[in-house]
């Protein structure tokens, strides 16, 4: 297999501020299902972050070799107020991802409709987002990251405000569109109990990479999730 990326010796430090990362490697394969674990403020938004793009290390180096990339930011579900359907939403993803400037072409048109299908939002593709149930809108918001047909998809706090039969099916779903698609996918959570069963590695990240691994070989005491808020 190929990667889809690699960190090198990475640190990161906000200026003036403490290091939030020490010395991290780490690689991965494209179309792994990747979980990245750990502590509020152990650093794993950063390292998604910089993986991303948005973040420069402080030393050591990024790669990635994915083209195209999308992204579900941490709670994104806050936008949910604005007047936008389910389809303008996705559509919106797929405009940011050509830049387009006249009118959406036959092929965006489609890519819009796939992406919603693939979610299981058809039936509710005109709805306000305001409407539907917090699984649902977190549905919508994987829609439009996928209408940008990304070859990395990374996804950060994805089941934050949703019950605990939402996170399941939210997890199941990506898993499927992970092997559907050939996607890698980089989940990012305090909380992986809904993603155990579905990843092949978990990362736990504590300012640096503690265990990087399959989930059956976890420390005992972080099968139990609230551990990670420690």
Do not use: C
């Amino acid at each position: 297999m190929s990667l889809a990326l690699r960190l090198e010796h990475v640190s990161f430090a906000y200026v003036h501020g403490a290091l939030v990362l020490r010395d991290v490697d780490l690689t991965v394969e494209r179309g792994e299902f990747v979980a990245i674990a750990g502590p509020n403020g152990g650093g794993k938004t950063t390292l998604l972050r910089l993986i991303l793009g948005l973040e420069q290390p402080t030393s050591g180096q990024v790669h990635v070799f994915a083209k195209r990339r999308g992204y579900l930011a941490q709670r994104a579900q806050a936008a949910t107020d604005a007047p936008l359907t389910v389809r303008e939403l996705v559509t919106a993803g797929r405009v940011a991802r050509s830049r387009l400037i006249g009118p959406l072409t036959r092929r965006d048109r489609e890519a819009v409709r796939e992406a919603v299908e693939r979610v299981g939002l058809t039936a509710r593709a005109d709805r306000r987002l305001s409407t539907l149930s917090g699984g649902q809108q977190q549905r919508a918001f994987i829609a439009k990251a996928l209408a940008g047909e990304p070859d990395l998809l990374a996804l950060d706090e994805p089941t934050t405000g949703v019950d605990v039969e939402a996170q399941e099916a939210i997890a199941v779903l990506l898993h499927q569109l992970g092997a559907e698609l050939g996607m890698t996918i980089l989940y990012v959570s305090h909380e992986f109990g809904a993603v155990e069963h579905l990843v092949e590695r978990i990362v736990l990240v504590r300012e640096r990479i503690v265990y990087d691994g399959p989930p059956s070989g976890l420390p005992g005491v972080w099968h139990d999730p609230s551990h990670v808020h420690a």
